[in-house]
């Protein structure tokens, strides 16, 4: 995250396209998939496309993380009390909701709602739980990067925690909350590491190898898509082919050729827009999906996914327009 007078045009449009990704996901419709017809093949083929969201906004992080000054002890703690409170408090707000629900079903009991509640483990909240491990272990990978070997450890450790997850999830039939599979940090490690990596590299390097990385990633997805399929019907999310796909695609998405490339039109105006509201729009989408899925429970993706964006970046807008201040401190709506 940077500041507003800090911004980067270029890194707010990815940001703006890594949150239209992220309620893509989440839009998508919850049926068993097959590769039978051309358009589930099709519809498979976009959606495994989209795996690479939170790699993305990882990734970003990184990078401007990398480019702090967070060296003395005194400075690291600045970083924390500056950087924790803007994601951690909106969560708070946001699982509000979701706190009183679970308590009033009483699936559970109340220490652990209170525990879901404060280690960000209600919806899909389990980013930031992520992003603040990232923050407190700065030092250390920013420290990494300057030795070598650091991508490829950060890869290896990626690469055993998604195996693991999939070994548990797919074949000894775990069914682990998404907090505990995909809210720890040694699982998305090598994302925010590439991004704090080209902080201080070069970033220009020749396209094709990135373009390569991502035809291969996308290929491998499909296959192992169709084969955890077969095993328990859960092969659109994230998997190591997932994960070798959004490497591509982040290594691609830093160039320093396609960001000087960058114009600003009325689109990618629009795109950025989205961006520097994505925070808000991540904690306030699925409080939008679950409306509008009551009012047409049998809408299209395309449908679904165009309404819950619209509706959402509306409801910021009108939100930041009444009271600024506590939209940004309170709801996240920067």
Same mark, same amino acid.
């Given at each position: ?173 775990? *069914? ?6 995909? %809210? ?33 990633? =996308? ?55 989205? %961006? ?19 009012? =047409? ?25 009444? *009271? ?11």
């Amino acid at each position: 995250m940077s500041s507003q007078s800090n911004r980067r045009p270029y890194f707010d449009a990815l940001r703006g396209l890594a949150i239209i990704m992220v309620v893509g996901i989440h839009t998508v419709p919850e049926r068993a998939w097959a590769f039978d017809t051309f358009e589930n093949i099709l519809t498979i083929v976009i959606r495994l496309s989209l795996n690479c969201a939170v790699p993305l906004f990882l990734a970003i992080s990184g990078y401007f993380v990398g480019s702090k000054k967070i060296g003395s002890r005194s400075e690291y703690f600045d970083f924390l009390k500056r950087q924790i409170p803007t994601v951690y408090i909106p969560c708070l707000v946001f699982s509000v909701p979701w706190l009183v629900m679970s308590v009033r079903a009483g699936h559970s009991s109340v220490v652990t709602d209170a525990a879901k509640f404060f280690l960000c483990g209600f919806s899909v909240y389990y980013f930031v739980a992520l992003i603040i491990q990232y923050y407190v272990l700065s030092p250390v990978l920013i420290g990494l990067n300057k030795l070598r070997g650091g991508v490829f450890l950060t890869a290896v450790i990626s690469a055993v925690s998604i195996m693991a997850v999939t070994c548990m999830m797919s074949f000894r039939g775990y *069914n682990l909350p998404l907090l505990v599979y995909a %809210g720890g940090f040694p699982l998305w490690i090598i994302f925010f590491f590439m991004g704090i990596r080209f902080s201080d590299h070069s970033r220009a390097f020749d396209l094709k190898y990135p373009i390569i990385v991502i035809a291969a990633g =996308l290929a491998l997805q499909i296959i192992e898509c169709n084969w955890l399929f077969s095993i328990d019907g859960r092969g659109l999310g994230i998997k190591l082919s997932s994960f070798v796909f959004s490497a591509g695609v982040v290594w691609l998405a830093f160039s320093e050729r396609l960001e000087n490339s960058y114009a600003e039109t009325r689109f990618t105006a629009a795109i950025n827009y989205i %961006g520097r509201i994505s925070f808000g729009i991540y904690l306030l989408h699925v409080y939008v999906i679950e409306i509008w899925k009551r009012l =047409l429970p049998a809408g299209s993706w395309v449908v679904d996914w165009i309404a819950v964006m619209c509706l959402t970046v509306s409801v910021i807008a009108f939100v930041k327009a009444l *009271n600024p201040r506590f939209a940004k401190k309170y709801l996240g709506f920067r």
